[in-house]
T-cell receptor
Framework: GENVEQHPSTLSVQEGDSAVIKCTYSDSASNYFPWYKQELGKGPQLIIDIRSNVGEKKDQRIAVTLNKTAKHFSLHITETQPEDSAVYFCAASPGGSQGNLIFGKGTKLSVKP | KAGVTQTPRYLIKTRGQQVTLSCSPISGHRSVSWYQQTPGQGLQFLFEYFSETQRNKGNFPGRFSGRQFSNSRSEMNVSTLELGDSALYLC??????????????FGDGTRLSIL
């Protein structure tokens, strides 16, 4: 079955710097890759997603890139702010009739003012 | 538009008991998926319900079950609770069957503690 690996597990940056989180997946049939942000005491919040027919997608300070050949995708956050501090999860959907999400283990991002 | 609502937020049970958790999806969403989140295993898929039918199931024992009602609200039941069932249980909804054109939106979860 699908397996998603996420790196790094922790990331500390200065306010204003960029942050990059990387994920790899194993199932070439996976066709949907969302990213979630989880703050303490809250559920995961969808922040951006990308489908397998697209190589890059941007939404203000957040961007995601997908390399289907290498089976990896990345989250880029520019001009980080203290409120970006949270745990970020990548996920992959196996596609077909199985729309369930396979999650990475998460990255704890700390943005220091 | 109201988000996904899960009740209760916190629950404490003892080993051997059973528990029922509730999820109200976003208005108009017909698919509800359940996930278990633990520090060791991370986020793991339990099952998906769509049109009152279980459509997909993860690798969990039969003690974990669920159902969906005609108004798309869903309940999850865990019988004969074990210490290892302590976790945050998350519900996610999407307009149609969960998949690439149907992003899943999560509630804030039910924190279940087993004593």
């Amino acid at each position: 079955g699908e397996n998603v690996e996420q790196h790094p597990s922790t990331l500390s940056v200065q306010e204003g710097d960029s942050a990059v989180i990387k994920c790899t997946y194993s199932d070439s049939a996976s066709n949907y890759f969302p990213w979630y942000k989880q703050e303490l005491g809250k559920g995961p919040q969808l922040i951006i997603d990308i489908r397998s027919n697209v190589g890059e997608k941007k939404d203000q300070r957040i961007a995601v890139t997908l390399n289907k050949t290498a089976k990896h995708f990345s989250l880029h956050i520019t001009e980080t702010q203290p409120e970006d501090s949270a745990v970020y999860f990548c996920a992959a959907s196996p596609g077909g009739s199985q729309g369930n999400l396979i999650f990475g283990k998460g990255t704890k991002l700390s943005v220091k003012p | 538009k109201a988000g996904v609502t899960q009740t209760p937020r916190y629950l404490i049970k003892t080993r051997g008991q059973q528990v029922t958790l509730s999820c109200s999806p976003i208005s108009g969403h017909r698919s509800v998926s359940w996930y278990q989140q633990t520090p060791g295993q991370g986020l793991q898929f339990l099952f998906e319900y769509f049109s009152e039918t279980q459509r997909n199931k993860g690798n969990f024992p039969g003690r974990f079950s669920g159902r969906q009602f005609s108004n798309s609200r869903s309940e999850m039941n865990v019988s004969t609770l074990e210490l290892g069932d302590s976790a945050l249980y998350l519900c996610a909804s999407s307009p149609g069957r969960a998949g690439s054109d149907q992003p899943q939106h999560f509630g804030d979860g039910t924190r279940l503690s087993i004593l």
